[in-house]
């Protein structure tokens, strides 16, 4: 779903903070094609909200009361019928935040750090069924965390890609976007995303974060050195 002045994308804002939820409050409503249909200052209101309200995308902060915004999102996501996309934001970039989210199947695990209008284009990612996480958070944790592992045999799966979709997928897997790897590869970005949405497909794979994620657990960016 893409946002319009006529039919916004509905955004729900949970955070304990009431100054950075007032902020973030204020930055939706400064962009025309979004709207803040609901806020919550801790986990549990927000999941109720969320589930009254029925938004587009939730921003859930980590740290919040009662129940912890990895929490929150795993009960929204959870939740029968659920079509909220949710944003996870943190001031910490922990590897067990990262690793929570991710299983939970948020579409973004994000920095607090980000500027403004990289957050807003987020929101936009997020509602449209892409997925992001902070490209710091990426190299670093998920990286890290991959070659603390004896690389795996080589998946049957990866046979159905073609040269061209595991050079993209291996971009991928380096935290690149699609504008970044159809500057490297000399091609359109239309022709990136066809190839992402093969990527998924033939893996049987979620999103691109879980793409990332697959990368590096089968040990696919270590044999790229």
């Known amino acids: 779903m893409t946002g319009s002045p006529e039919q916004p994308l509905r955004v729900f804002v949970a955070d304990d903070h009431a100054l950075f939820r007032s902020g973030l409050r204020t930055l ?3 962009q025309p094609d979004l709207v803040c249909v609901g806020e919550a200052a801790d986990g549990r209101e927000a999941v109720d909200a969320i589930a009254r309200s029925r938004p587009d995308v939730a921003v859930l902060d980590v740290r919040m009361p009662r129940l912890d915004g990895l929490g929150a999102t795993e009960a929204v996501l959870a939740a029968p019928g659920n079509r909220t996309r ?3 934001l943190t001031t910490y970039d922990s590897d067990e935040y990262v690793y929570r989210a991710i299983r939970a199947g948020a579409s973004g695990f994000l920095l607090k750090s ?3 209008e990289e957050l807003v284009a987020a ?3 997020a509602a449209r069924g892409d997925a992001l996480i902070d490209p710091s958070v990426t190299r670093r944790h998920i990286g890290r965390f991959a070659t ?3 690389p795996p045999p080589e998946p049957p799966e990866l046979s159905r890609l073609t040269g061209r979709e595991r050079e993209v997928l291996l971009l991928l897997a380096e935290a690149h976007s699609n ?3 159809a500057r490297r590869l000399h091609v359109g970005e239309e022709t990136v995303k066809t190839h992402v949405s093969r990527i998924l497909a033939k893996l049987g794979l979620r999103d691109r974060i879980h793409a990332v994620v697959y990368a ?3 040990g696919l960016v ?4």
């Open 28 to 30: 939706i409503g400064t």
């Open 86 to 88: 949710v944003l996870v």
């Open 114 to 116: 980000l500027p403004p």
């Open 123 to 125: 929101i936009r990612i």
């Open 148 to 150: 603390s592992l004896a």
């Open 179 to 181: 504008a970044e790897i």
């Open 216 to 218: 590096h657990l089968n």
């Open 222 to 225: 270590r044999d790229r050195g």
